[in-house]
């Protein structure tokens, strides 16, 4: 096992209990630790940094052509965490893309900031920073979409874009795959799973070592989001924290990447 990724067992409950406390946001820690140091502009993307990519929208969708129930109701009283072995269900590419419209932005709102334009998603970000970054994996042929192919989601611009070709085994992303032959051929006609990608370069410099706390809350309200949009499309979902990172970094082209991190992603079927 590669020393670099290896965690001694020997951490127990009760050192779990003093770090949590050590860390925990009373006011002496809040002001010595936590405070934001100071209002942190992000630069978000431009078109000009992907105009050479292969890319698609999700905000420009005929949404009228897709089956889908507006209902919340429905979708929180039928949202449910699906096994592994029923998540084999065809998604079209324009299920897809309505599926990111609805759960991470369509354009239509944002604001202007000490002139800067801030566009807004569909969710709460992790301290104003957004940390968490999105790809997907594709294990299916469905348009624009191909299968052994990885897509960075740019939630900012509304656009989908390819990865350069790597080579990767999509079952091999979970974790659970490598050491339960029966889940390693399940998790073989699995759709795609979209991954979460916690980077705190940005965020780190206003929250300290609060930033990965926001980053993880982020990445729930993505996940949440992504099921409950999956749901009303008619389709299955199965919120996964067993996403391998260095397997999926390599496979969506951040292998060498030492700020980026994979902590969760959800599987779609």
Do not use: C
């Not at 003093?18 to 100071?38: C, D």
């Not at 705190?200 to 993880?216: G, P, R, W």
């Amino acid at each position: 096992m590669n020393e670099n990724f290896y965690q001694s067992r020997t951490s127990s409950y009760e050192n779990l209990v003093k770090n949590n406390l050590r860390s925990s946001q009373n006011l002496a820690g809040w002001l010595q630790e936590f405070a934001p140091s100071e209002n942190f502009n992000l630069e978000f993307e431009n078109q000009n940094q992907i105009k050479n990519l292969k890319s698609i929208s999700f905000w420009n969708i005929e949404a009228n052509s897709i089956n889908y129930n507006d209902s919340l109701e429905y979708a929180l009283k039928h949202r449910e965490t699906t096994p592994v072995n029923q998540l084999h269900q065809g998604w079209s590419e324009a299920e897809i893309l309505m599926l990111m419209n609805k759960a991470i932005s369509d354009g239509s709102r944002g604001k202007d900031y000490q002139g800067v334009h801030i566009p807004l998603r569909n969710y709460p970000s992790g301290g104003a920073q957004f940390p968490i970054k999105l790809y997907m994996v594709s294990n299916t042929n469905a348009g624009f979409f191909k299968k052994n192919k990885s897509y960075e989601i740019h939630s900012d611009l509304g656009l989908i874009s390819r990865v350069e070709d790597v080579d990767f085994k999509f079952e091999e992303v979970f974790a659970i795959s490598h050491f339960n032959k029966k889940l390693y051929k399940q998790t073989s006609d699995v759709p795609f799973v979209v991954v979460m990608v916690m980077n705190l370069k940005h965020s780190f410099n206003k929250y300290s070592v609060y930033s990965q706390h926001l980053a993880m809350i982020e990445a729930g309200h993505i996940g949440q989001n992504l099921q409950l949009v999956s749901t009303a499309l008619g389709n299955s979902s199965m919120p996964n924290g067993g996403i391998l990172s260095d397997i999926t970094k390599e496979a969506i082209g951040l292998k060498n990447s030492i700020d980026d991190t994979v902590v969760y992603g959800v599987v779609f079927g």
